[in-house]
């Protein structure tokens, strides 16, 4: 009986293996419109935001509505990703500018200071 069950099982795993495989393979993907500067990404945040919001806006999804949504996600991951990195930049820069701050050191706070702030008011126009 345990060995039957061995022969039954083996050949249902390996199928149940082969379909997870299958299923973590993704097909080829649209590649998204890449944001070159961080103002660019802000561009395509709110361009893009205001399609995927009229298209959800809609009483009922198609087909055609969920293809058109995967194809928007491509640019806002592209652009959130180019957002995160001059974040991080800013983040980096900050924490000079506190450190320096902190040992008093005028020219850096200075310097440090105005470069955070260049990059800042980006975030909040």
Request: proline fraction near 2%; avoid cysteine; aromatic fraction near 6%.
């Amino acid at each position: 009986m345990k060995k039957l069950f061995i022969l039954l099982a083996a050949p249902l795993l390996s199928l149940g293996l082969s379909a997870t495989a299958l299923a973590d393979e993704r097909p080829a993907h649209f590649k998204g419109e890449k944001a070159e500067t961080f103002e660019e990404a802000l561009a395509h945040l709110s361009s893009y935001n205001a399609e995927l919001q009229t298209i959800l806006a809609k009483g009922e999804l198609g087909p055609e509505d969920t293809a058109k949504i995967h194809q928007i996600t491509y640019t806002l991951e592209n652009a959130l990703e180019r957002i995160s990195e001059d974040v991080e930049e800013m983040q980096e820069t900050l924490e000079e500018l506190h450190v320096a701050s902190e040992r008093y050191q005028v020219d850096v706070v200075r310097t440090q200071g105005r470069e955070y702030l260049e990059a800042a008011t980006k975030l909040t126009r």
